[in-house]
């Protein structure tokens, strides 16, 4: 049987670890030394986190949000 370039061998069975969270990696050009990289849904979660903490409404001029 031939295995394709992206497929996995059936008889070496290998544990693959799940990484949980947002993964940081290290850039010294940014103001907290790293960056996050986010998949769609967590900015979702995000932003919506952002928005029950503030009540929803913006923190600037302090109008409530109707779209986002």
């Known amino acids: 049987m031939k295995l394709r370039r992206n497929k996995f061998c059936p008889i070496q069975k290998t544990r693959r670890v799940k990484q ?28 919506n986190r ?8 913006c923190g600037i001029c302090e109008d409530a949000f109707t779209n986002y």
């Open 50 to 57: 952002k928005i029950t903490e503030q009540r929803g409404k």
């Open 20 to 47: 949980f969270g947002v993964p940081r990696i290290d850039d010294p050009n940014h103001p907290r030394g790293y960056r996050e990289l986010r998949s769609n849904r967590e900015m979702r979660r995000l932003m």
